[in-house]
């Protein structure tokens, strides 16, 4: 949620619609095993199966593997305007990576319709590591891929408790919410001086 934009409305749907569960109870389920997926503890295939066995659900293999399809649908959105500051900061010379909880399933879309993702300079999945943000060891490897120190690391990212994970080793965080947001952050906070703001 922060170069990625909010899930996308008709794979949501879809999720649903092959559930057929009411949406408090689809979100229940839907974020109990998140983290183990994430974290590579399940494939999306097997996150899905253990959904469905869960939910108490008869679906088919064809429905496991369309829920799988939908789900990683679902987080392919892009907001164009948090790449198009990706974009300044390189040409001022920073470098940049994505540090991201994200599943096996979830990646392959991801590295298959965005290009882009090659213009930074460390990638960090979470499942190839066994570990997912706000785990310590996930921003230590993060500092050590960056060559950086905490103190010169800006970590973004859209829930508290990760930016408190990354504040815990003195990396400077802040959570992301809008690009206007982010701009009135950067600013009161005096990172200004060293990062270009927004466009």
């Not at 559930?19 to 998140?34: K, M, N, P, V």
């Not at 706000?134 to 891929?145: G, K, N, T």
């Not at 010169?152 to 408790?161: A, R, S, V, Y």
Request: no cysteine.
């Amino acid at each position: 949620m922060v170069l990625s934009g909010p899930p996308h409305p008709r794979a949501h749907e879809e999720l649903r619609r092959i559930t057929g569960l009411s949406q408090e109870a689809f979100e229940r389920l839907y974020w109990t095993d998140r983290l183990a997926y994430d974290r590579g503890d399940l494939t999306g295939l097997a996150f899905w199966r253990k959904f469905v066995s869960d939910a108490g659900l008869g679906l088919s293999d064809h429905e496991i593997t369309q829920l799988n399809h939908w789900d990683a649908r679902m987080w392919s959105t892009v907001n164009q305007e948090t790449l198009a500051w990706h974009k300044q900061l390189k040409e001022h010379g920073l470098r940049t990576g994505i540090l991201s909880n994200m599943g096996d399933s979830v990646l392959e879309v991801i590295l298959e319709k965005f290009a882009w993702i090659e213009d930074f300079d460390v990638l960090i999945w979470s499942y190839q590591h066994g570990m997912v943000k706000p785990d310590r060891a996930i921003y230590e490897l993060l500092l050590d891929r960056l060559g950086a120190a905490p103190e010169e690391t800006l970590f973004l990212d859209d829930k508290l408790e990760n930016i408190e994970g990354a504040r815990h080793l003195g990396i400077q965080g802040l959570q992301f919410s809008t690009v206007d947001q982010l701009r009135q952050d950067l600013i009161s906070s005096g990172m200004d001086a060293w990062l270009p703001l927004p466009a």
